[in-house]
Nanobody
Framework: QVQLVESGGGLVQAGGSLRLSCTAS????????MGWYRQAPGKQRELVAT???????NYADSVEGRFTISRDNVKNTVTLQMNSLKPEDTAVYYC?????????????WGQGTQVTVSS
């Protein structure tokens, strides 16, 4: 089965940077889309950034200009570079991949990695 494993979370001061990485492994035919979502205490899970296989990106308004998403289609990885971090960015960040098996798409999620931004 397919596994998504995130890394790079941690504690950082406001204004600092972190880079999150996610690698998909297992029985994979094709990954059509990848992205990052986050969920803060007391809030719904929200989209942070997505990227298509050809590199087209989409960002939440709250992170536009501060975060950058990228992917490696050979290694099946997606990366989120987070700069100018704010306490409001504190959340569990989840990696997402849309797996294509020829006739259907199957969404998969990582276990999540904690990002904490102190003031």
């Amino acid at each position: 089965q397919v596994q998504l494993v995130e890394s790079g979370g941690g504690l950082v001061q406001a204004g600092g940077s972190l880079r999150l990485s996610c690698t998909a492994s297992g029985s994979i035919y094709f990954i059509s889309g990848m992205g990052w979502y986050r969920q803060a205490p007391g809030k719904q899970r929200e989209l942070v950034a997505t990227i298509t296989r050809d590199g087209s990106t989409n960002y939440a308004d709250s992170v536009e200009g501060r975060f950058t998403i990228s992917r490696d289609n050979v290694k099946n990885t997606v990366t989120l570079q987070m700069n100018s971090l704010k306490p409001e960015d504190t959340a569990v960040y989840y990696c997402y991949a849309n797996l294509y098996y020829g006739t259907s798409n199957v969404p998969r999620w990582g276990q999540g990695t904690q990002v904490t931004v102190s003031s």
